[in-house]
C-alpha cells in the first residue's frame, strides 16, 4: 500500500507563504515523481508542480513560477512546496500525487501521469 499523508494547509494573508508537505509511505515501489496539484471551488484540478526522484528536475506551472519552489528528501520520501507571495487566487485544497517506478516526464502535468493521490489540503489567502 502507497498512502499520501498532507499537511501544512491553512489560512494566510495575501503576500504570505506557506509551506505544504506530502509525506509518502511506501515500501513496495521506488518513486519516479511527486507533484502538487490544486483544484479551486467551481474549477478544474490543475498541475501547480512537480520534481522528479532522480535529477531533481523541477516543473512549475506558469501561474506560479517565481514564487513556489518544490524541493524534495528522499531519504524522507516526502516532498513540499513552498509557496510565496501568495495571492487570493492561489485559494483552492491543494493534492499530493505520486507516479511510481521509471518513465518518462512527458506528461507530468496530467493527472493521468500521477498513480497515488493524497486526500488533499485547504489553503485559503485572504485579501
Known amino acids: 500500500q502507497v498512502q499520501l499523508v498532507e499537511s501544512g494547509g491553512g489560512l494566510v494573508q495575501a503576500g504570505g507563504s506557506l509551506s505544504l508537505s506530502c509525506a509518502a509511505s511506501t515500501n513496495i515501489f521506488t518513486i519516479n515523481t511527486m507533484g502538487w496539484f490544486r483544484q479551486a471551488p467551481g474549477k478544474e484540478r490543475e498541475f501547480v508542480a512537480a520534481?522528479?526522484?532522480?535529477?531533481?528536475?523541477?516543473y512549475y506551472a506558469d501561474s506560479v513560477k517565481g514564487r513556489f519552489t518544490i524541493p524534495g528528501d528522499n531519504a524522507k520520501n516526502t516532498v513540499y512546496l513552498q509557496m510565496n507571495s501568495l495571492k487570493p487566487e492561489d485559494t483552492a485544497v491543494y493534492y499530493c500525487?505520486?507516479?511510481?517506478?521509471?518513465?518518462?516526464?512527458?506528461?507530468?502535468?496530467?493527472?493521468?501521469?500521477?498513480?497515488?493521490w493524497g486526500q488533499g489540503t485547504q489553503v485559503t489567502v485572504s485579501s
Open positions: 520534481i522528479t526522484w532522480i535529477g531533481s528536475n523541477t
Open positions: 500525487a505520486l507516479r511510481r517506478g521509471s518513465g518518462w516526464t512527458n506528461g507530468i502535468n496530467l493527472r493521468a501521469y500521477y498513480d497515488y
